[in-house]
């Protein structure tokens, strides 16, 4: 915002541009040669310099070498971080000898990610030579492709790429790459060179990560103009394809052909060409689109001649021919052949024999161009009609740009043409090096709206151009961030940007509109200024507000001042009473009041009202009788809830209700209705809290007096409504401040409740005592919504004290009668239902044992409690952190208020359910199972029970026992522990426990009988209203009937898997079963029946050897409570159970168990079993060869061998002889057995054989050699 004075010094204009510097430091100071009078030479201008529009590299050429920069982030010296570019490459880009780099161009490509947001991907430079070459470089100076076009020095290199239509009709315009030569003008298709450039990227980085060579791609496909009728050309623009009207079409033919031309029927497409220079001054060149094909002929040569000398080169590699290497590098130095030019005459120019021009650059509109010439003039033209339009004088050697400014979408909504899409404004910048001055210009006839003094060897840089590689469906949701004119100081290093305002464009320099924006800037820029002092800021914020004249902006610069968090209340209460005052003087202040412009200020007033009556104190209390017997009758629940909420928790101080309240937050909530009341916009709840203890909590404290701070309020205009939400908001949320004093807090609620209560608006003057007032059920609903139990109890106690004055007052003063009213009775059922909620909510805080899983305590409240049905009561108990019989006189409070609903049985219930949910959550813990199973058996209701057992089956059980089961099957034997977690969801050890509860949670559902009434559920009286999921009790009623045998076969099938991993047995457990049956499909009609194989048998034969294995194992631990482990007395019994089900002879199974016992030694044991075995005979016979192996043992097998026991053996009849060294003592697991005992089991032999058995005569003769061998020893 500057202009230039004599001297070098500069000064402000109103409302004109913002001079910006980038964060960019050019970090790059090539050598700077001194001339003979020891001043420094504009290196710069000597220097070939371009500039990215993405303002991430800068390419800085001079004769053979160059220097690109790129973009980095650094960190100064104050530790700010700033984007710098910095050198990323030098070197030597010149190839032949005697080429210089005479024009350069940085495109940034795009990227083809979906993802990406308009960055460019990479960025290619495009350099010209000297020699006609025009070589691409990568960012890091790699080349990736190079051509000759023309045989003629590169003049100047400028592309062209795409840009959304702003208006319907308008043309599109395809990318495309220029290169002027002195008498040729070429030009590239934007499409197929981003594809090419894209291809040899890759196929170089693809190079380099091989180690191989670079293959040399194809020439690319180009259009060439020979440019005739001008004498010279230094410099172009290629404007696009346009289509002329039928008129234009027409007045041309007439013109070339005469009265005889033909028209053809539709006009053609042309590219227009503008060229500077000499002969004439300027020249426009019209191609019709198809009349020259791309030159292609050269390129089918070129690729197939690559393709034949890369496979040659390659046999030559493999079978050693390197003779023609050196005539092969010979041929490829040689030129490549150059294509002719498509002649293009000139259409018409701008003559001007004397004048010679410069430059032209093209405004990104594509209608209008500036060009500078050698007589120190600017032209700006018009392109659609081909003439001058402005000439400015006294600018030799500048150098052009071009802005183009969209309009502000706050400027937009004030615009009659609001619907209509943004305008754009165009302004030209003009840099005069010779006079170190920047000036922007509006467009067309515009004035200067900008002008700034920098350095006199700066360097104006304007690309043109944006991202190559964009279309019109790629384009979507992108913001490309480019910059449009840069200015490049050597001396600083420095590169600053323009930005205009829009509005500049709109008017000249008298615009009301451009002072308005000019002051509210300034007071934006005080308003960020922390060392201004409140008096200044106080004196410029009233003077830029009453200057602004635009309503607005100067709402705009009000809602600036009373958003900004410095700004002290004085300040704020002056400027807006001198604004108000201001205003009724000039007879606007209704309108402006009933219009949204100055909504704060009426907040405003009323904060600095408040904080007047604030500093004073009254002693006044109101009376409040009876309320001292209520607060004794709860006040044990209370004091323990309040220590038990007293806890520690970490805040920030920030977030404290008590901290300071900012004007800024104050008024953020105000808002000013039509009717010049105030309403509160409720945001988050932290910020309606902290207002609330602004305005309320010093009169609960009793530090402020209630009424008149309510009187405040309402002659501020709130609502009586917001202003008891307000303060029950405050009320709830600080709860344990109120608990430390609450007779004297509920004292100065209640004053204030009253208060609030007389204000006009609260209770309706209509109100009928024998209905609900909607002032009372507000009150109502937020202590019924309210987790805090204590607090919302005191509130409802105070309101139904307040509530019945308020009816007694209103019902007839000659009734004796007290009068009854619905509200009354509303108000009883919730402090009834409060106090219910505050006993179960101290229940939950209790804290969990020191070492057990911590977590929040469930929070209840009424809402929570009727919401969620009759049994959400229930659920709460068996969800706290703490075991209910560990706090027993709570419990039993919680029990005698809810009889109904937290019955025996529907406790247990919850408890069972909760811990098999525990359970299923994290199978590994079988210890959640036996409990729920334990749990489960406390239930008295069969119905209930079933119910429960039931869901607990078809939820959680069914799933795993089925894995288990087919795992069984499959690998015919106890899985181990890893096949177990990957198809049962746990160990071996879990999977052993959770079968063994399963056992017990089957027998439990074949106990189960259905002969009583099935229970009625109720609930207690102030609880009725509940409604929501049916609980866990009714959907347990709810479940139909088991089917007996299918349960009891369950019970089987989970027997045999649990004796079987107990065991670690061999067994297929469904192989037992008919293999029609379909398992699993719990309380089916479907029956399934045995097959009559040995196999069970054989299995419980294996339960029982494994059972008294067990019981002498040393080795084995102590029995689970869950399963009861495998030394457990009841295996003998399970086992009986299971073989009459299994159709298994159970007098089998008992010869088998003390077989097994006197195998092992248990021999008393055994003579217990022995009484109950039927069959005689065959135990006898089973028991004579295990007798026989034991004095085998003695005799034969023992290494302790003794004379006296050879002698016997030699005295023993042969045939017993004989028997014994046939018998086998190593099928024995106990040998060693003491004689008494051997002698006892033969006494046992001969007392349970007949005399007539085969084998009695043997067991006699073992009798007399065992007495003869225990005599002797």
């Not at 028991?1183 to 005295?1211: D, I």
């Not at 046939?1222 to 089991?1241: G, I, N």
């Amino acid at each position: 915002n500057q202009e230039e004075k004599p001297g070098g010094e500069t000064r402000r204009r109103k409302g004109s541009a913002l001079w910006c510097p980038l964060p960019l430091t050019f970090l790059f100071a090539p050598q700077v040669e001194e001339e003979t009078t020891g001043q420094r030479a504009p290196w710069l201008q000597d220097c070939v310099v371009s500039l990215s529009p993405c303002s991430d590299l800068l390419v800085v050429a001079r004769e053979q070498k160059a220097v690109f920069l790129s973009a980095k982030w650094r960190t100064d010296d104050s530790g700010r971080e700033e984007m710098t570019l910095a050198v990323s490459w030098t070197g030597t880009l010149s190839t032949d000898e005697g080429e210089c780099v005479s024009s350069s161009i940085c495109i940034p490509l795009a990227s083809q990610k979906r993802s990406s947001t308009g960055r460019p991907d990479w960025t290619c430079v495009v350099v010209g030579f000297t020699s006609g070459y025009v070589r691409f470089y990568t960012e890091n100076g790699v080349l990736l492709l190079a051509q000759l076009l023309h045989e003629d020095p590169v003049l100047r290199l400028k592309c062209r790429t795409y840009e959304i239509p702003r208006h319907p009709g308008v043309t599109e315009q395809h990318e495309e790459l220029s290169i002027l030569y002195p008498a040729a003008l070429v030009t590239i298709d934007g499409f197929s060179l981003f594809q090419s450039l894209r291809a040899c990227r890759n196929q170089v980085a693809r190079a380099t990560a091989a180690g191989s060579d670079v293959i040399q791609p194809p020439p690319l496909a180009y259009k060439k103009w020979g440019l005739q009728d001008m004498d010279t050309i230094v410099d172009h623009s290629s404007v696009g394809v346009m289509t002329l009207c039928v008129f234009d079409q027409m007045k041309n033919a007439s013109i070339l052909g005469g009265f005889n031309a033909s028209v053809k029927g539709s006009p053609p497409a042309m590219s227009r060409y503008v060229t500077v220079g000499g002969g004439p001054y300027t020249g426009f060149f019209y191609a019709v689109e198809g009349s020259s094909q791309p030159l292609l002929s050269h390129v089918a040569l070129a690729v197939a001649s690559k393709l034949t000398s890369a496979l040659i080169s390659a046999a030559s590699g493999w079978l050693g021919w390197n003779k023609h290497k050196n005539e092969e590098e010979a041929l490829q130095k040689q030129r490549p052949k150059v294509e002719p030019v498509t002649p293009l005459g000139i259409r018409f120019g701008l003559p001007d024999s004397r004048r010679h021009g410069e430059s032209i650059c093209l405004s990104p509109c594509n209608t209008l161009a500036g060009v500078t010439d050698d007589f120190g003039r600017v032209t700006l033209l018009d392109l659609a009609r081909g003439i001058a339009v402005r000439m400015w004088k006294g600018y030799r050697d500048a150098q052009l740009g071009w802005l183009q400014v969209p309009e502000e979408r706050g400027d937009r909504e004030f615009s009659p043409s609001a619907s209509l899409p943004r305008r754009h404004a165009l302004f030209l910048v003009i840099y005069a090096p010779r006079r170190g001055i920047l000036e922007v210009w509006g467009m067309q006839q515009g004035p200067r709206v900008g002008a700034f003094t920098v350095g006199k060897h700066c360097r104006l840089l304007y690309a043109g151009y944006r991202l190559m590689g964009v279309n019109s469906v790629t384009s979507k949701g992108w913001q490309l961030h480019t910059q449009q004119v840069c200015l490049l100081d050597p001396t600083t290093g420095a590169l600053r940007t323009v930005n205009i305002p829009f509005h500049l464009a709109l008017s000249d320099k008298k615009s009301e509109r451009a002072k308005d924006m000019h002051l509210i800037k300034r007071l934006t820029t005080i308003l960020r200024s922390r060392e201004v002092e409140p008096d200044i800021l106080e004196s410029e914020a009233k003077s830029v507000l009453l200057d602004i004249k635009h309503p607005a902006i100067k709402k705009q610069a009000l809602e600036s001042l009373l958003s900004n968090k410095n700004a002290p209340v004085s300040c704020l209460t002056s400027v807006t009473s001198a604004l108000n005052e201001t205003l009724k003087r000039q007879g606007n202040y209704c309108k402006c009041k009933t219009s949204r412009t100055y909504h704060p200020m009426v907040s405003l007033s009323s904060l600095q009202t408040r904080r007047r009556w604030m500093k004073r104190y009254s002693s006044s209390q109101d009376s409040l009788e009876g309320i001292e017997d209520e607060l004794s009758r709860v006040g044990p629940t209370l004091q323990r809830y309040a220590q038990l909420t007293a806890r520690p928790s970490v805040s920030f101080a920030q977030d404290s209700p008590d901290s300071p309240l900012p004007a800024q937050a104050f008024l953020s909530q105000m808002e000013c209705t039509d009717d010049g009341g105030l309403t509160v916009t409720r945001g988050s709840e932290t910020e309606w809290n902290h207002l609330g203890s602004f305005m309320f909590w010093g009169c609960l404290c009793g530090k402020s007096p209630p009424h008149k701070v309510c009187d405040t309020l309402q002659q501020a205009g709130i609502s009586p409504q917001q202003l008891l939400s307000l303060l029950l908001s405050v009320w709830l949320q600080r709860e344990k401040e109120v608990l430390q004093k609450p007779e004297e807090a509920v004292r100065n609620l209640h004053t204030l409740l009253i208060a609030l209560s007389n204000m006009e608006g609260a209770v309706e003057e209509s109100w009928d005592p024998q209905s609900i007032s909607p002032w009372w059920q507000q009150v109502r609903c937020m202590c019924i919504q309210s987790h805090n139990a204590a607090a919302a109890l005191l509130a409802a106690f105070v309101a139904h004290r307040a509530a019945k004055a308020s009816t007694t007052s209103r019902a007839d003063s000659k009734s004796e009668w007290e009068a009854v009213s619905l509200e009354l009775e509303q108000w009883v059922v919730c402090v009834r239902q409060l106090e219910d909620v505050l006993v179960l909510q101290t229940l939950l805080l209790v804290p969990p044992p020191q070492g057990a899983a911590g977590g929040a305590a469930p929070q209840c409240s009424i809402k929570t409690l009727l919401e969620g049905g009759t049994g959400k009561l229930a659920s709460f108990i068996p969800r706290s952190k703490q075991p209910p019989l560990c706090f027993p006189e709570l419990l039993v409070a919680v029990c005698q208020r809810f009889p109904h609903s937290l019955s025996p049985d529907l406790l247990f219930a919850h408890c069972c359910w909760e811990y098999v949910v525990q359970w299923n959550k994290d199978p590994e813990e079988g210890r959640y199972f036996w409990l729920a199973i334990e749990h489960l058996k406390l239930v008295s209701s069969p119905h209930i029970q079933l119910g429960i057992s039931a869901m607990m089956w078809s939820t959680f059980i069914v799933k795993r026992f089925s894995a288990a089961a087919f795992l069984t099957e499959k690998v015919g034997k106890a899985p181990k522990d890893r096949l177990c977690r990957r198809d049962v969801g746990m160990g071996d050890k879990a999977v052993t426990s959770f079968l063994g509860c399963c056992v017990q949670l089957l027998q439990i559902l074949m106990e189960v009988t259905g002969d009583v009434a099935p229970p009625e559920l109720s609930a207690e009286e102030a609880w009725c209203g509940a409604e929501g999921p049916a609980s866990l009790a009714e959907l347990a009623l709810e479940q139909r009937g088991v089917h007996y045998p299918l349960v009891q076969h369950h019970c089987l099938l989970a027997s045999l898997l649990h004796a079987a991993m107990t065991f670690s047995l061999k067994v297929k457990p469904l192989s037992l079963f008919d293999k029609n049956y379909v398992f699993f499909c719990f309380f089916s009609s479907i029956l399934f029946h045995l097959s009559h194989i040995p196999a069970p048998s054989q299995f419980l034969l294996r339960v029982l050897t494994g059972w008294v294995q067990a019981l002498v194992d040393p080795s084995s631990s102590a029995p689970p409570p869950s399963s009861g482990g495998p030394k457990a007395d009841w295996w003998p019994s399970l086992c009986l159970e299971l073989g009459s089900l299994l159709q298994v002879n159970p007098d089998i199974l008992r010869r088998h168990i003390v077989c097994e016992l006197y195998n092992q030694g248990l021999d008393l044991r055994a003579e217990e079993v022995m009484l109950e075995v039927e069959d005689k005979d065959v135990l006898g016979s089973q028991l004579l060869v295990l007798t026989g192996q034991r004095l085998s043992y003695s005799l034969l097998h023992s290494q302790s061998q003794t004379q006296a026991a050879m002698e016997l053996l030699a005295r023993l009849p042969p045939t017993l002889c004989t028997w014994l060294k046939a018998m086998d003592p190593s099928e024995l697991r106990c040998p060693l057995v003491p004689l008494p005992q051997t002698s006892r089991l033969v006494g046992r032999l001969i007392e349970i054989l007949p005399e007539n058995h085969a084998q009695y005569s043997l067991a006699l003769h073992l009798l007399e050699a065992v007495d003869a061998l225990t005599t002797e020893d």
